[in-house]
């Protein structure tokens, strides 16, 4: 079973940088795709960016396009999210998922493991 650990999180002011990490323990054979999601207070999770095993494919949700880079280190078996000019709409808990499959996904309900999350915010 795929145990996810996030880290990285912390208080930054608006504008800011931070990088996110997602250690994977367990799963490392191929076909399976990792995402970034976030929730942030009184509003669903969604994903913000996903990858393919070998990384070839990202998708990032429209908000962070441009600001987000999703990537991985296989030979570590992490994924990290670097976070760039953040806005405080940027706040919320962001959490690391797995899914079996080789297809990218923007639907949260296809990404059955999930991490405990790490919390952003953004705030001056």
């Known amino acids: 079973q795929v145990k996810l650990t996030e880290s990285g999180g912390g208080l930054v002011q608006p504008g800011a940088s931070l990088r996110l990490s997602c250690g994977v323990d367990?799963?490392?054979?191929?076909?399976?795709?990792r995402a970034w999601s976030r929730q942030a207070p009184g509003k669903e999770r969604e994903i913000v960016a996903s990858?393919?095993?070998?990384?070839?494919?990202?998708w990032y949700t429209e908000s962070v396009k441009g600001r987000f880079t999703i990537s991985k280190d296989i030979g570590k078996n992490v994924v990290y999210l670097d976070m760039n000019d953040l806005k405080v709409e940027d706040t919320a808990v962001y959490y690391c998922?797995?899914?079996?499959?080789?297809?990218?996904?923007?639907?949260?309900?296809?990404?059955?493991?999930w991490g405990q999350g790490t919390r952003v915010t953004v705030s001056s």
């Open positions: 998922a797995d899914r079996n499959s080789a297809s990218l996904s923007a639907n949260r309900l296809d990404y059955p493991c």
């Open positions: 990858i393919t095993y070998g990384g070839h494919q990202t």
């Open positions: 367990g799963g490392t054979f191929g076909g399976y795709v």
